[in-house]
């Protein structure tokens, strides 16, 4: 079993910053990828970006690609998510996931943090 704890998030007006962090515990050596996913209310969880722990290669979807940045450090078992010009339809609970796979897709990650809301008001 793998443990992910999120931390940071909050509230910041439109074109702020926030970042949020996710510490991995426990058979780290299972993990071959992290990932942070958005979902809203009524919605799916939707793929924001992913990074290989392998050579630490990322991805983002469109929506925030440029704004976003996903990093890591393999040797704490953390990753990041900073996020700057962040606008109101960022608003989301925010969730970093590990799997075992370089997908976009919620149902191929093994395990999930406990979630951290970030409102951006405009």
């Known amino acids: 079993q793998v443990q992910l704890v999120q931390s940071g998030g909050g509230l910041v007006q439109a074109g702020g910053s926030l970042r949020v962090s996710c510490a991995a515990s426990?058979?780290?050596?299972?993990?071959?990828?992290m990932a942070w996913f958005r979902q809203t209310p009524g919605k799916e969880r939707e793929f924001v970006s992913f990074?290989?722990?392998?050579?630490?290669?990322?991805f983002y979807a469109d929506s925030v690609n440029g704004r976003f940045t996903i990093s890591g450090d393999k040797a704490r078992n953390e990753v990041y998510l900073q996020m700057t010009s962040l606008k109101p339809e960022d608003t989301a609970v925010y969730y970093c996931?590990?799997?075992?796979?370089?997908?976009?897709?919620?149902?191929?990650?093994?395990?999930w943090g406990q979630g951290t809301q970030v409102t951006v008001s405009s």
């Open positions: 426990g058979r780290t050596f299972e993990i071959y990828s």
């Open positions: 996931a590990a799997g075992r796979a370089l997908v976009t897709y919620a149902s191929a990650y093994d395990y």
């Open positions: 990074i290989s722990w392998s050579d630490y290669s990322t």
